[in-house]
């Protein structure tokens, strides 16, 4: 597996209006638009740093992933996502060496990327997200 650069990191919010404030007009970041990933119960929101971005995460439903990571953990960094040449194939790498993995096949993801998440149990707490292709 090559990891080829930072994609995004991840940032649970509890509202993106709030959220916007801080990161467009307190920093500055520019904000590039919003999406929303019905199948994982969450409303993105990217704001482009460089080769990489910073990606806000809002539930749309109390049962969706997000809002149960803030449940437990509160706002904030929730994921870092590094690009890869192949996430299927990287899934298969991490397998053979008995990575726990929370996703055993890329799904779809924000901009049409193929994403899939390492458990934390394997990373020293941190969730791991691995993209590859689409449009963020």
């Known amino acids: 597996m090559k990891i080829l650069k930072i994609d995004h990191i991840?940032?649970?919010?509890?509202?993106?209006?709030e959220g916007k404030k801080f990161w467009n007009e307190i920093l500055g970041l520019d904000f590039s638009g919003e999406e929303t990933v019905a199948e994982q119960k969450v409303k993105t929101g990217f704001f482009p740093v460089g080769a990489s971005e910073v990606e806000l995460l809002e539930s749309t439903s109390p049962d969706g992933p997000v809002a149960k990571y803030i449940e437990k953990k509160g706002t904030g960094v929730q994921h870092i996502a590094f690009v890869v040449e192949d996430v299927a194939a990287a899934?298969?790498?991490l397998k053979a060496k008995g990575v726990p993995l929370i996703d055993?096949?890329?799904r779809r993801g924000a901009g049409g990327k193929q994403i899939a998440f390492l458990h934390p149990k394997a990373t020293g707490g941190v969730l791991v997200?691995?993209?590859q292709g689409g449009s963020h």
């Open 10 to 17: 991840g940032v649970a919010v509890s509202s993106m209006d």
């Open 91 to 93: 899934l298969e790498e």
């Open 104 to 106: 055993q096949a890329p």
């Open 129 to 131: 997200e691995l993209c």
